[in-house]
């Protein structure tokens, strides 16, 4: 269920350089959105998508997502800014423990719409059976 990418970046002694372009991300990128200020203890996501393919990076400090595919769980901590966590269609995710000064950075293939978000975890449950 988990998928890292590994973002190419160009290091350097004045500061390393992450690039996205070329199919790193394996679909068109439709949106970008970033979390930063998550209060600690604070719990975002909670849901699925339908159709949306989205990549999350731990840009800065740290956060764990929880994955779940309705049958099995995994956890995975980001805290690397060359790697990108893909989480695909009909994955429920949450996110927590956000450290102090995280960020997470999320492209995503689709556009915002509430439609294709699956916010209940039993109704997900059911989808997936
Ligand atoms: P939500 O899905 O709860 O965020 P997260 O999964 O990161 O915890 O979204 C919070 C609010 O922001 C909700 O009202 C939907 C809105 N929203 C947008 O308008 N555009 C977006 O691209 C996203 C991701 C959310």
């Known amino acids: 269920m988990k998928k890292i990418i590994e973002i190419p970046r160009i290091t350097d002694p004045r500061g390393n350089l992450a690039v996205i372009e070329n199919g790193v991300f394996p679909h068109d990128i439709k949106r970008v959105y970033y979390l930063h200020d998550v209060p600690s203890g604070a719990y975002r996501g909670g849901h699925a998508h339908k159709e949306c393919v989205e990549l999350l990076i731990a840009v800065s400090g740290s956060f764990e997502v929880i994955l779940d595919n309705g049958t099995t769980k995994e956890r995975v901590m980001l805290n690397n800014p060359s ?47």
């Open 83 to 129: 790697e990108g966590l893909l989480i695909d269609v009909n994955i429920w995710r949450e996110l927590e423990n956000f450290s102090s000064g995280a960020v997470c950075l999320v492209l995503a293939s689709h556009e915002y719409d509430e439609d294709d978000y699956i916010r209940n975890h039993e109704t997900y449950k059911s989808l997936k059976s």
